[in-house]
């Protein structure tokens, strides 16, 4: 069985300041995806973004990039140039690869980051 | 191009009674699965369905809860007698049948709330 932790309950960071989300996972899979999902005050689940195992080089969506250490089971959120609709929980998520069975996701039990002026 | 469709958005019950929620996937997508979020939590692995068919049920509760994806029609998550405890967010999520490792696509999710 898989586990996310998320060892952050709460983060605060100033307006156009770089923050980083923690999130340590355990598996035996070789083959997975890693995840963070957003979830603002109206609780909507959004994809921030997507990490694929077997791809070395960290993924990067605009303000957001992951630091993803395989070896160390490590997969960290940075978000630069913080700006105030990023508060919101921030969830790690974990999925195995797909090989004709359920690929559900793991989550962790999130970080919630408040932005300030 | 609709996301996937949950309703109602906000469901009131009183014990005892049965909660009937409804999940619409994205088109073209053929999986769909089912998460549940208690207050202050994060999201719970409950089933995963393709149509007409349970894949994976081993986060569900064994009674009062069960899943159906017919042929025709939405993804129907059916709690029966239900308690305080069943208080809580229900997220639906699809993905493509042609390829299952695209990230699951959430609706906005039920609020159940027992009276």
Redesign the interface.
């Known amino acids: 069985a898989q586990t996310v932790t998320q060892s952050q309950p709460e983060m605060s960071v100033q307006e156009a300041e770089t923050v980083t989300l923690s999130c340590t996972y355990d598996t035996s899979e070789s083959n997975y995806?890693l995840?963070w999902?957003k979830q603002p005050p109206?609780?909507?689940?959004?994809?921030v973004i997507?990490q694929e195992a077997y791809k070395q080089q960290n993924a990067t969506e605009n303000r957001f990039s992951v630091n993803f250490q395989k070896a160390a089971k490590s997969f960290s959120l940075k978000i630069s140039d913080s700006q105030l609709g990023d508060t919101a929980m921030y969830?790690c998520a974990f999925?195995k690869?797909?090989t004709g069975?359920?690929?559900?996701?793991?989550?962790?039990?999130?970080t919630r980051l408040q932005v300030t002026l | 191009n609709a996301g996937v469709m949950q309703n109602p958005r906000h469901l009131v019950r009183r014990r005892g009674q049965e909660a009937r929620l409804r999940c619409s996937p994205m088109k073209g997508h053929s999986h769909v699965?089912w998460?549940r979020q208690l207050p202050e939590?994060?999201?719970?692995?409950m089933v995963?369905l393709q149509k007409e068919n349970i894949?994976?049920e081993s986060?569900m509760p064994k009674e009062r809860f069960s899943a159906e994806f017919p042929k025709e029609g939405p993804s129907i998550l059916r709690i029966q007698q239900v308690v305080r405890g069943d208080s809580a967010?229900y997220?639906c999520?699809s993905?493509p049948w042609s390829?299952?490792?695209q990230?699951?696509?959430?609706g906005?999710?039920t609020?159940l709330s027992i009276l």
């Open positions: 995806y995840f999902y109206s609780r909507q689940m959004i994809l997507r969830f999925m690869h797909w069975t359920a690929s559900k996701l793991t989550f962790g039990t999130g | 699965y998460y939590e994060g999201l719970k692995f995963y894949i994976d986060g967010a997220f999520a993905s390829d299952s490792n990230p699951q696509h959430f906005d999710g609020r």
